[in-house]
């Protein structure tokens, strides 16, 4: 039984409450079935938050007549329910869950994963080799929160935010402990340490894969300061930590850390003192293979930061004792849904390289792998930004770009509320001075369409081989447009298309 007096006891205690004293005998010793945030899914004997600067008064209406019993807010409003008023919504979210849910933590191995770029396919990386694992003990597979879809053992559903609310965090972690899951992995934004979703929780381990300068925005984080200090918390919540040495403030990583109760170990693909490092490696096949103490691996993707992101899991499962055999197995076999596809043609005169970068440093790294790679071909890029979000890539993206591209289009990502032909103009004019040609086209289709069908005359014309890089969407199959959520075809769907057709 989950009392609202045991709940109250839990804000004082952690000096949270701030008044509770209109609630009676009866609604003190009800029992709470169910906590959520969204009026929506609220059920019988549910304990509902108000949350978020744009909550509403009909939300909480709504709430009642589905089954609220009591709600928590910063503020009383005028309704007859009763309520529970503390300073911090945010902070007590996650300190009611882990006493409603039981500290479901507790009873997993669990690993979480931050960082501007790589997190998504690191946590697939980890994944993969513990499920190889798993089945080879006829254990089930583990669970997965990330960007890209949850996974709890009774759920597999499309994400919603990369990290969740620390009410769906906890609850998902509970499914697991019932379904009787061993293995579960987090991918962490910033806005989660940021905002405490994960408060509570302790990992086995935790990884910081790098820092960009990315995020920084009034609907993100207001300084590049407050983004590195969100990323590095990710530390204070682990009990083992890895980080990469190749990052430029790791000294800056060994400061943070030095004043926390966590060991931690360092991998790299540059110095070969560190704990893990990743050496011999080659690409071929739209593979790479590398050696880890002798040991040799294979990921597939055609980025060397895929060989980072897999360095590091290797090391986290190495650390979790995960046998070599299924490290090897499950990594060669991992997938990363949507985020990065290879197409060629059959006289390999075209490639289309459909990825989901998006910020400064998956843009550098791509054009560093594609010139490295792919040195004789023609670099076409495509790409946009986002209107609301990580509004620094409005002027980073082009730079990059600008300085290795031999073509640009620029094309709509999530224009939001901009309108796409002043958002592309506007990354036009950060373009470098030498930059190569650009052309703006206000539909991704269209723009990826002409892109194929330039190259291709251009093949048969020159014989020039041309390398289309097509970046920030993947597999969505959607825009954000004026507050809506609008359809079109994927990244993915067009090019596959596009090269069958050759």
Do not use: W
């Not at 509403?56 to 709600?71: D, P, T």
């Not at 002409?450 to 959607?478: C, M, Q, R, W």
Request: proline content about 4%; some cysteine.
């Amino acid at each position: 039984m989950k009392c609202v007096e045991k709940i109250i006891e839990i804000l004082i205690s952690r000096q949270q409450l701030l008044d509770s004293k209109k609630l009676n005998s009866e609604i003190k010793t009800k029992n709470i079935e169910n906590l959520t945030f969204d009026s929506r899914q609220v059920g019988e004997n549910s304990l509902f938050f108000c949350k978020g600067d744009n909550f509403k008064l009909e939300y909480l209406k709504q709430a009642k007549n589905n089954g609220a019993i009591i709600y928590i807010s910063e503020k009383a409003y005028p309704i007859d329910l009763p309520c529970i008023i503390v300073k911090s919504v945010r902070t007590t979210m996650p300190l009611v869950a882990d006493y409603f849910y039981e500290s479901p933590y507790k009873k997993l191995k669990l690993i979480g994963i931050t960082g501007s770029k790589g997190k998504s396919s690191t946590v697939y990386y980890l994944k993969s080799i513990l499920d190889d694992f798993l089945l080879s003990q006829n254990k089930k597979p583990s669970g997965l929160i990330s960007g890209i879809e949850v996974f709890d053992g009774i759920n597999n559903t499309e994400a919603k935010l990369t990290t969740p609310e620390a009410l769906d965090v906890y609850r998902y972690l509970a499914n697991a402990v019932k379904s009787g899951l061993e293995y579960f992995v987090i991918e962490v934004s910033s806005q989660a340490l940021k905002y405490e979703r994960l408060s509570g929780i302790e990992f086995d381990v935790v990884a910081l894969l790098n820092i960009g300068h990315d995020h920084i925005g009034p609907l993100e984080h207001p300084t590049y300061e407050d983004y590195i200090k969100s990323k590095l918390s990710i530390f204070n919540y682990g009990r083992f930590g890895f980080y990469s040495d190749d990052l430029e403030f790791a000294n800056q990583i060994d400061a943070y850390i030095e004043k926390l109760p966590i060991e931690t170990k360092i991998y790299s693909t540059k110095n070969h003192a560190a704990d893990y490092f990743a050496e011999k490696i080659k690409f071929e096949n739209n593979k790479y293979s590398f050696q880890v103490d002798n040991q040799k691996y294979y990921v597939k993707g055609v980025g060397i930061y895929n060989v980072e992101n897999a360095l590091c899991a290797i090391a986290i499962v190495n650390h979790l004792k995960i046998p070599t055999r299924s490290i090897h197995d499950g990594l060669s076999q991992a997938l990363v849904p949507g985020r990065e596809q290879f197409f060629m043609t059959s006289d390999k005169k075209i490639i289309s390289f459909i990825s989901y970068a998006h910020n400064k440093i998956s843009f550098e790294k791509s054009f560093q792998t594609i010139k490295t790679n792919f040195p004789d071909y023609q670099i076409i890029a495509l790409f946009g930004a986002s209107g609301n979000r990580g509004l620094n890539r409005i002027k980073d993206l082009p730079e990059v770009a600008g300085a290795h591209a031999d073509f640009i289009y620029l094309i709509p990502d999530d224009p939001a509320n901009r309108e796409p032909q002043s958002l592309s103009e506007e990354m036009a004019s950060f373009l470098p001075d030498n930059s190569c040609s650009y052309k703006i086209i206000n539909s991704r289709e269209e723009a990826i369409t002409e892109a194929f069908f330039e190259a291709k005359k251009s093949v048969k014309n020159t014989g020039k081989k041309y390398f289309l890089f097509i970046a920030g969407k993947g597999d969505e199959e959607f825009q954000l447009i004026n507050g809506k959520s609008i359809p079109i075809r994927s990244d993915i769907e067009i090019a596959k298309e596009l090269i069958n057709s050759y």
